[in-house]
């Protein structure tokens, strides 16, 4: 595929125009650059100009099957976010008719599509109303439309029931891995190379810690996550003095959810598992990303097929009710009838909820670096495979409740948490929908506080696991200042 470059007339909006054509375009090189400015000088199939011309939005496109353009008038002090509606939606349609395609999500490029209809319920607005004004403004699909509302009401419904202002979360990061996946973009360790500093960073997250609960007395918990990484990397032992220190510090009487990642199956034995239920720990989730061997083999799991089957086995028997399980579409040589036999053994195993991440090919991963070396297998993710999650997700009862994207998300698509009635991810929604504040404590975690009004200002740790520790009183200082002002 050949490069593409835009230029725009005055500095604004470039992120959505660069985003949408790259939802077009996903495998073609995009570059940017403004009237008076020199060209890039390779040579390009696609030539965008984008911008406001005497108080009249234009777009032109200039390709290899001719020129096209749009064109709309519009006053120079219409609101910004109506001015961008509109020029996204010309950049679309002339797009889609050169690309010769729609996308599914149509001009939406943002990571969450719901808080539209969310903001538009909160108004009062009903669903029929909010579908067609989705459909008219960002173009969405029939399908992607009925997805956000039906999520959105969802997550209305669940948010309706914590104590969204008087409460707050917690998140606890445990960075440590067995292995790292090819295309895992997280802060994780190789245990077998920094498991020697397990130590002294539990002694640096327990101060963390400390500081939280001290600094949120008073304030409801509502859930707690700790994720990473893969917590169940730590020994039975070291599980059990972090639990005990949370429990210890923490007002557990008002917790709705506790949660902890046992994603990795290889992690996963009778002793750790006992010591979860030991200390209240009530959903856990066990990962298997895919359940055909030659991907796992692929993507660097070092785990089997069978190893999924026996953890998710000794956790239903550890008395486990509410057992979670991830998979990604989109893995190297996967398709439509990888999905089915993914799906077919998970429906043996009949979890209470089910994440499918349509796989992100960020930047910093492996498998992004070395994708050439993937080329042949290809990144394979469509409808059609997301159909056929979506039908087994139903056959388990379960329903979706909430969704989230990602930038170069396989096949432009999205990640759906589905799960059975009273198996609902809380902390995953209140993460998404950004309405209740959460207290992060780890290497790389991040402190989002949420401010009357909707403000929301973000503290994040520093990744490093040695800087983490010996710098751990600047962390405490990073959330300090919010803290005082919340």
Request: aromatic letters at 10%; one cysteine or more.
């Amino acid at each position: 595929m050949s490069d593409i470059s835009i230029c725009f007339n005055k500095r604004d909006f470039e992120y959505d125009v660069y985003t949408l054509v790259k939802a077009f375009y996903p495998e073609s090189e995009i570059y940017t650059f403004y009237s008076g400015e020199n060209e890039h000088p390779a040579e390009t199939f696609l030539k965008l100009d984008v911008g406001m011309y005497d108080d009249v939005l234009k777009f032109s496109c200039i390709s290899d099957v001719g020129k096209k353009e749009a064109s709309k008038c519009i006053e120079a002090d219409t609101a910004r976010t109506e001015r961008k509606n509109c020029l996204k939606q010309l950049v679309y349609n002339v797009l889609s008719e050169a690309a010769g395609k729609q996308l599914p999500w149509g001009t939406l490029t943002g990571i969450r599509p719901t808080k539209i209809p969310m903001k538009l319920m909160e108004e009062g607005w009903r669903n029929p109303d909010i579908a067609k004004y989705m459909r008219e403004t960002y173009y969405t699909s029939a399908k992607k439309t009925a997805l956000a509302i039906a999520v959105a009401n969802r997550e209305k419904e669940l948010l309706d029931s914590i104590s969204i202002k008087d409460g707050y979360s917690l998140y606890v990061g445990i960075p440590f891995c067995p292995s790292i996946c090819l295309y895992c973009s997280f802060g994780s360790h190789p245990y077998e190379k920094w498991g020697y500093l397990a130590d002294g960073y539990l002694k640096a997250l327990f101060t963390e810690l400390e500081f939280i609960a001290s600094a949120m007395a008073g304030k409801r918990l509502c859930t707690i996550y700790i994720g990473g990484g893969t917590p169940t990397t730590l020994s039975a032992a070291q599980l059990e003095r972090l639990l005990d220190r949370i429990r210890s510090l923490f007002d557990m009487s008002g917790v709705m959810e506790f949660t902890v990642e046992a994603g990795r199956p290889d992690t996963v034995d009778t002793d750790k598992l006992n010591v979860l239920r030991k200390y209240g720990v009530d959903r856990i989730s066990i990962n298997p990303q895919t359940m055909n061997q030659k991907t796992l083999d692929t993507i660097g799991r070092n785990h089997t097929v069978e190893q999924v089957v026996s953890a998710f086995g000794m956790a239903r028997q550890a008395g486990f009710e509410n057992i979670n399980m991830d998979i990604i579409t989109g893995l190297p040589g996967e398709g439509e009838s990888e999905a089915r036999e993914t799906m077919r053994a998970i429906e043996e195993l009949k979890p209470d909820s089910l994440t499918v991440h349509s796989l992100a090919l960020k930047r910093a991963t492996r498998l992004n670096l070395f994708k050439d070396k993937y080329a042949e297998s290809s990144f394979h993710n469509s409808q059609e495979i997301m159909d056929i999650i979506d039908l087994g997700a139903k056959r388990m009862d379960m329903e979706p409740y909430y969704m989230y994207r990602q930038k170069n998300i396989a096949g432009n698509l999205e990640n759906v948490g589905y799960a059975r009635r009273g198996c609902f991810g809380l902390y995953n929604i209140i993460i998404m929908e950004e309405k209740q504040t959460i207290m992060a404590a780890g290497s790389g975690a991040m402190s989002k506080f949420v401010f009357d009004g909707g403000r929301i200002e973000r503290a994040e740790n520093v990744k490093d696991l040695k800087n983490y520790i010996e710098r751990i009183g600047e962390m405490l200082e990073r959330k300090e200042k919010y803290i005082k002002c919340s």
